[in-house]
């Protein structure tokens, strides 16, 4: 089993930044890979960023590519998502995942564990 607690939502004028952190307890978190993924109302859950175990290979979704980083600490069992630049596009619900794989993936169904999710709200 896995928990995985997201923090670091809020409201946040557009233009601002936020940074999300996603505590993980359980398996062993360095051997595998992690993905941060948001909902909108009315839309599908979709892809936002992931790391590979390791944190050498990340891949990041167009929609917010050059605004959004995303990262981990393995030795506090931590991943962040930086956000810069939020635009009110961005406005969701962000869960972060755990997929029992050492290499990361961009679909839902590829992960088998899920955060609570944290609101980010960004107004215009």
């Known amino acids: 089993q896995v928990q995985l607690v997201e923090s670091g939502g809020g409201l946040v004028q557009a233009g601002g930044s936020l940074r999300l952190s996603c505590a993980a307890s359980?398996?062993?978190?360095?051997?595998?890979?992690l993905g941060w993924f948001r909902q909108a109302p009315g839309k599908e859950r979709e892809f936002v960023a992931a790391?590979?175990?390791?944190?050498?290979?990340?891949y990041i979704a167009d929609s917010v590519k050059g605004r959004f980083t995303i990262s981990r600490d393995n030795a506090k069992r931590t991943m962040y998502l930086q956000m810069n630049s939020l635009k009110p596009e961005d406005t969701a619900v962000y869960y972060c995942?755990?997929?029992?794989?050492?290499?990361?993936?961009?679909?839902?169904?590829?992960?088998?564990?899920w955060g609570q999710g944290t609101q980010v709200t960004v107004s215009s």
């Open positions: 995942a755990f997929r029992s794989a050492s290499y990361y993936s961009t679909e839902v169904g590829s992960y088998n564990y």
């Open positions: 359980g398996r062993t978190f360095s051997r595998y890979a």
């Open positions: 790391i590979s175990w390791g944190g050498g290979s990340t």
